[in-house]
């Protein structure tokens, strides 16, 4: 089945590292993404990662993969205050057509 | 490169009424998703076209709940009648073909009332 499980809530302070975890159901799977959502705005794409990597780093996105656990994560190093939203990952189950299943999504508060 | 446009921004209606959502995806997208998002929850796919045709909508409450895409671009999404639990914001997304990455609207936020 598909379901992809994240914690609801993530609280940092400006200049931390933040860590938001995610769980999926789908071992087959082709790729996994992380949106981030701002109040009032569509969804954005942050990143995302292939099923035959583990590791994915872009400026200050680290993305890594446990296939084995099912279970992803985003780091985000030097966490700012605009960073503060809603982060949600996504996986591309591996029947039919690619649609994306979205996590309930993490609610990141960065404070000053 | 323009994004994808969604209208309106906002709608407020009375249940049992009709409302419909209009999205204009990326040029030369192929692919165009519609979402509907909860409060509180993460977007669930509703339909997916590929062109003016429909691939899935398996998730999509056809009684009351219907979209198209006539010419292969614009696409609306109509409810009618409306119930209290549609409230939600109303995603739009275009991929240049199925699998590859989706961008998405600002949505359309409707209130059943």
């Known amino acids: 089945g598909e379901d992809v499980e994240q914690s609801l809530f993530l609280s940092v302070r400006e200049g931390d590292s933040s860590v938001i975890n995610c769980t999926y159901t789908?071992?087959?799977?082709?790729?996994l993404y992380w949106y981030k959502q701002e109040p009032g705005a569509g969804l954005q794409l942050l990143t995302y990662?292939?099923?035959?990597?583990d590791m994915k780093q872009d400026q200050r996105l680290t993305v890594l993969l446990n296939k084995k656990d099912k279970h992803l994560s985003l780091r985000i190093a030097d966490t700012q205050t605009g960073d503060s939203a809603i982060y949600f990952c996504?996986?591309?189950?591996?029947?039919?057509?690619?649609?994306?299943?979205f996590g309930t999504g993490t609610r990141l508060l960065v404070s000053p | 490169e323009a994004g994808v446009a969604q209208s309106p921004r906002y709608k407020i209606i009375e249940k049992r009424q009709s409302v419909a959502f209009w999205c204009n995806p990326i040029?030369?997208?192929?692919?165009l998703y519609w979402y509907q998002q909860i409060l509180g929850q993460g977007p669930k796919l509703l339909i997916q076209?590929?062109?003016?045709?429909?691939?899935?909508d398996s998730q999509l409450p056809k009684d009351r709940f219907s979209a198209e895409r006539l010419k292969g671009v614009d696409s609306t999404l109509k409810i009618q009648p409306a119930k209290l639990e549609d409230s939600a914001v109303y995603l739009c997304?275009?991929?240049?073909?199925?699998?590859?990455?989706?961008?998405f609207g600002p949505g359309t936020r409707l209130t059943v009332l």
């Open positions: 997304a275009s991929s240049k073909e199925d699998g590859d990455t989706q961008y």
């Open positions: 789908d071992s087959s799977s082709t790729y």
């Open positions: 990662i292939f099923s035959n990597m």
């Open positions: 996504a996986e591309t189950p591996s029947t039919g057509f690619q649609k994306l299943v």
């Open positions: 040029s030369g997208h192929a692919t």
């Open positions: 076209f590929q062109n003016n045709g429909v691939v899935d």
